[in-house]
């Protein structure tokens, strides 16, 4: 079993740019697939990037890919998301995920998941 907790969520400008950690305790952390997801009020949660357990694969939303990157120190047991160009439509609590089974990337099918931060960007 892995525990997760985010931070780094704050207000920020549009075109500003914030970095989120996702601190993970517990099971190795090169076990796991990890992926970002964010659900804005009133809206579904969606998917946002994901790592593959090796590191070597990364996948993104077609909204965020350019703007947003996922990466993860082993050494320090944490995945990151640093989004930069940020819109208004990024606003949203941001969710860090662990899945046990995939291989590679995934969009669906976590097992673990942490209690969010909120990332405001204001127009």
């Known amino acids: 079993q892995v525990q997760l907790a985010e931070s780094g969520g704050g207000l920020v400008q549009t075109g500003g740019s914030l970095r989120l950690s996702c601190a993970a305790s517990?099971?190795?952390?090169?076990?796991?697939?990890m992926g970002w997801f964010r659900q804005a009020p009133g809206k579904e949660r969606e998917f946002v990037a994901a790592?593959?357990?090796?590191?070597?694969?990364?996948d993104y939303a077609e909204s965020v890919r350019g703007r947003f990157f996922i990466s993860r120190d082993i050494g320090k047991n944490t995945v990151y998301l640093e989004m930069s160009s940020l819109k208004p439509e990024d606003t949203a609590l941001y969710y860090c995920?662990?899945?046990?089974?995939?291989?590679?990337?995934?969009?669906?099918?976590?097992?673990?998941w942490g209690q969010g931060t909120q990332v405001t960007v204001s127009s």
């Open positions: 517990g099971r190795t952390f090169g076990r796991y697939t």
């Open positions: 995920a662990a899945n046990a089974l995939a291989t590679l990337t995934a969009r669906s099918g976590y097992d673990y």
């Open positions: 790592l593959s357990r090796s590191g070597g694969s990364t």
